[in-house]
């Protein structure tokens, strides 16, 4: 059972691919507007919905709309700092997944009767009683940033905030919309800022947790750990490199695996266009996620910054792709088969979502970072820490930073060689693969 957004799902199909390939029976429980997307590819499909479905909605409704239609209308917030977005961003979005959580538990308990899986895996960042108490070994895959997985020592989870010890190095911007970066060798235990966002955060969700987990364990699981949204699984994997990791301050348990990376093998080729591909320059993708290009005004300004270059890109248009036109330099569509473009790419400007900035890592390109919300933020920090790439804010970031970034990354002879390298070591450890053998000895 992925969340219903792109990142999660393709996650899940590219683990679900080689396990249906190695014989096994693979049923996703997805959000039913992804209902014909995942047959396709050779999977059983008994979906689920997360609210009352709308009238208006089908057989064609686009995956995951409705967060869709709330960051497109929440993304005015996007503009202010990190910690004023707890209230803003991060606590409607709790918000909306408990409403979902618990409109499809009966939906979920009646799939898992049918099913009778020998293992269940699940992709959210929510908790689904009836995953948990179905009597089978249980999986929880984080596919969000790590920080997700809080302990003493690493940053708090959709901060942005600098690790401790760092300030953002290599390509990194100033100008940030966040404050509370800790400067260079600043102690481990009080990092500027991280306390008080800390504060903020249990002062905004101590509500919205309490009453989340009174209902949890009325479901008959066990109570959740304080102030999460979901517990831990028998086995748990997370998806982030091991040059990236935050496991040096922050160790995890045993039942804890890394997958590098965790790239689906099911996209189709991809060809550059002919009209871009006779024209000159270094190609570039460009993608701020399905949720993040939903902000067509934000999406337009970019386009319009990058056609003064002279460098070719592919752009991943998104949701309202027929309100996009495209300049001469570029070309594009609503959806393009990412895991097929980046690999041809010289460069990838991206949202920082987990599922691009994981694999633009496995393919070992640089990467300009414009978060826009949750953790998107913390990995656009840790990016631009560890000299990967640049962090820049999206609404403030002016046409010389933002041309003058992707003319120094990508005339950086050295970071390209780094990153080839580091793209070859990710790709050699396979994630997807060592996710599915960890699968199936957890099913016994």
Not at 101 to 106: L, Q, R, V
Not at 296 to 305: D, P, T
Request: glycine share 10%.
């Amino acid at each position: 059972m992925p969340e219903s957004a792109y990142g999660p799902t393709n996650n899940c199909v590219g683990i679900a691919n080689v396990l249906r390939q190695r014989g096994h029976r693979v049923v996703f429980a997805a959000e039913a507007s992804w209902r014909g997307k995942l047959a396709a590819l050779g999977f059983e499909e008994d979906l689920v919905d997360l609210a009352p479905p709308a009238p208006e909605a089908g057989a064609g409704a686009d995956p995951g709309q409705y967060w869709k239609d709330f960051i497109r209308d929440t993304a005015p917030e996007f503009r202010k700092p990190t910690i004023e977005q707890l209230e803003t961003v991060i606590k409607p979005i709790w918000d909306g997944l408990i409403d979902g959580a618990k409109y499809c538990e009966p939906q979920l308990k009646d799939i898992i009767a049918r099913a009778r899986p020998d293992v269940i895996i699940e992709d959210n960042v929510i908790g689904f009683p009836a995953l948990v108490t179905a009597g089978v070994p249980f999986v929880r895959i984080v596919s969000c940033n790590p920080l997700e997985v809080k302990g003493p020592g690493i940053a708090p989870a959709f901060s942005g905030y600098a690790a401790s010890g760092y300030a953002a190095s290599g390509y990194a911007e100033s100008g940030y919309a966040d404050t509370g970066h800790a400067a260079p060798g600043h102690p481990a235990h009080d990092p500027p800022g991280w306390a008080e966002y800390r504060a903020e955060y249990e002062r905004v969700h101590r509500g919205t947790w309490t009453g989340f987990n009174a209902w949890w364990t009325g479901q008959g699981a066990a109570a959740l750990p304080d102030l999460e949204f979901i517990g831990e699984g028998d086995l748990n994997l997370y998806v982030y490199p091991e040059e990236a990791d935050y496991t040096a301050a922050r160790p995890l348990g045993p039942s804890w695996h890394r997958l590098d990376s965790s790239v689906r093998e099911t996209d189709e080729r991809f060809d550059v266009p002919p009209d871009l591909g006779s024209r000159s320059g270094a190609l570039v993708y460009l993608s701020l996620g399905s949720l993040g290009s939903a902000d067509v005004e934000l999406m337009r300004r970019l386009v319009g910054i990058l056609a003064e270059t002279q460098h070719r890109y592919i752009v991943s248009k998104g949701p309202l792709h027929a309100e996009l036109e495209l300049p001469a330099n570029m070309w594009g569509a609503e959806f393009v088969p990412q895991a097929s473009v980046i690999p041809q790419a010289d460069l990838v400007i991206t949202h920082a979502g987990n599922n691009t900035t994981t694999e633009a890592l496995h393919f070992g390109k640089p990467m300009i970072c414009l978060p826009l919300f949750w953790d998107q933020y913390d990995n656009a920090q840790r990016i631009a820490e560890l000299g990967f790439g640049v962090r820049l804010d999206p609404y403030r970031v002016t046409a010389p930073q933002l041309r003058g970034a992707v003319e120094r990354l990508l005339s950086d002879a050295a970071l390209r060689a780094r990153m080839a390298e580091l793209g070859q070591r990710i790709r050699a450890r396979d994630g997807v693969r060592r996710g599915a053998g960890l699968i199936e000895k957890a099913a016994g």
